[in-house]
T-cell receptor, first 110, second 113 residues
Framework: GEDVEQSLFLSVREGDSSVINCTYTDSSSTYLYWYKQEPGAGLQLLTYIFSNMDMKQDQRLTVLLNKKDKHLSLRIADTQTGDSAIYFCAHGGGYNKLIFGAGTRLAVHP | DSGVTQTPKHLITATGQRVTLRCSPRSGDLSVYWYQQSLDQGLQFLIQYYNGEERAKGNILERFSAQQFPDLHSELNLSSLELGDSALYFC????????????FGPGTRLTVL
């Protein structure tokens, strides 16, 4: 199957770390992605990870991949109000189409 | 700004009608993807074109069709519209590089009344 599952909502305090989790069923993808969607806007690629990697760090973002459990997570350090958005986990399907999760709405409060 | 443009931004129409959504990819990108985002179905892949040819089909209804023109812009045609077709329609383009980053347009919001 191509299912990707994410929790729908996460609320954090400004300055704390946010962790958004994702599980997927199709393990054949070469890359897994995190996209961000701000209100009224299209999706923007935040980061990606090669399926042979366990971890990737990019400034405040840390991606962890557990291939055995088919679990992907995105950690945002020092979360700011500007990080409030919907975050989509995705993996590549056939011919490079993207299979998305339902998205996790991140709310950052003072 | 992703470099992908979509027109119109908003479209309001009635059931049974036909509409055309337009997408211009980033300069040089040969691949165009169409996605539908709705409350009940989430973000779903509809169809992909590569250099004018259809390459992959997803959950696209028979009432929907698309094409990519020689100048690489693409159009998504939706006909016999139903209330359930109300959604955000995104176009994305890619140069199919190593990690295949897809650049998304701002979307067309379709409301069927």
């Amino acid at each position: 199957g191509e299912d990707v599952e994410q929790s729908l909502f996460l609320s954090v305090r400004e300055g704390d770390s946010s962790v958004i989790n994702c599980t997927y069923t199709d393990s054949s993808s070469t890359y897994l992605y995190w996209y961000k969607q701000e209100p009224g806007a299209g999706l923007q690629l935040l980061t990606y990870i090669f399926s042979n990697m366990d971890m990737k760090q990019d400034q405040r973002l840390t991606v962890l991949l557990n291939k055995k459990d088919k679990h992907l997570s995105l950690r945002i350090a020092d979360t700011q109000t500007g990080d409030s958005a919907i975050y989509f986990c995705a993996h590549g399907g056939g011919y490079n189409k993207l299979i998305f999760g339902a998205g996790t709405r991140l709310a950052v409060h003072p | 700004d992703s470099g992908v443009t979509q027109t119109p931004k908003h479209l309001i129409t009635a059931t049974g009608q036909r509409v055309t959504l337009r997408c211009s990819p980033r300069s040089g990108d040969l691949s165009v993807y169409w996605y539908q985002q709705s409350l009940d179905q989430g973000l779903q892949f509809l169809i992909q074109y590569y250099n004018g040819e259809e390459r992959a089909k997803g959950n696209i209804l028979e009432r929907f069709s698309a094409q990519q023109f020689p100048d690489l812009h693409s159009e998504l045609n939706l006909s016999s519209l139903e209330l359930g077709d109300s959604a955000l329609y995104f176009c994305a383009s890619s140069d199919e590089g190593i990690y295949n980053e897809q650049f998304f347009g701002p979307g067309t919001r379709l409301t069927v009344l």
